[in-house]
């Protein structure tokens, strides 16, 4: 196992241009986190602000608050980097794409090899108001 030598964790708004030239994990759509927001146009699924939805390549829409992305891209910033990203339409979307690393780490990471994303639709299946399971719906 490699040995990190230097982690950070830095609120979007802490973040200096330098610090973009690294590998990322952005967590948080364009409307909460700055840095997704610069790089919401160049990712493969993006935000539409208007329409409030994730749009695909194929233009496919997703309109759920439960709808949840992660997408494992090149840096914009640094195309020998990659980023993470995981963000969701409202935090109830964040946090169906954290219940998958939970729930299914191993499909989730070959899926996100494979395609390079994975969208995630989250649950309440025992009805108590909270997001309980997670299917990947593409």
């Known amino acids: 196992m490699d040995k990190i030598e230097k982690t950070s964790v830095k609120l979007d708004t802490e973040i200096r241009?330098?610090?973009?030239n690294n590998n990322l994990i952005i967590i948080g759509g364009p409307i909460v986190n700055t840095v997704c927001f610069k790089i919401n146009e160049k990712l493969p699924i993006k935000f539409l602000?208007?329409?409030?939805?994730?749009?695909?390549?194929?233009?496919?829409?997703?309109?759920?608050?439960?709808?949840?992305?992660?997408?494992?891209?090149?840096?914009?910033?640094?195309?020998?980097?990659?980023?993470?990203?995981?963000?969701?339409?409202?935090?109830?979307?964040?946090?169906?794409?954290?219940?998958?690393?939970?729930?299914?780490?191993?499909?989730?990471?070959?899926?996100?090899n494979e395609k390079g994303y994975a969208i995630i639709k989250g649950y309440d299946v025992d009805s108590d108001g909270i997001i309980d399971t997670v299917d990947f719906i593409e």
């Open 17 to 20: 241009r330098e610090d973009l």
């Open 49 to 112: 602000k208007k329409e409030k939805a994730f749009v695909t390549l194929s233009g496919k829409k997703y309109y759920d608050d439960e709808i949840g992305i992660i997408i494992k891209t090149n840096n914009p910033f640094a195309r020998d980097k990659k980023i993470l990203v995981i963000e969701g339409k409202r935090y109830i979307g964040t946090k169906a794409c954290v219940i998958a690393f939970m729930q299914n780490l191993e499909g989730l990471s070959r899926r996100i």
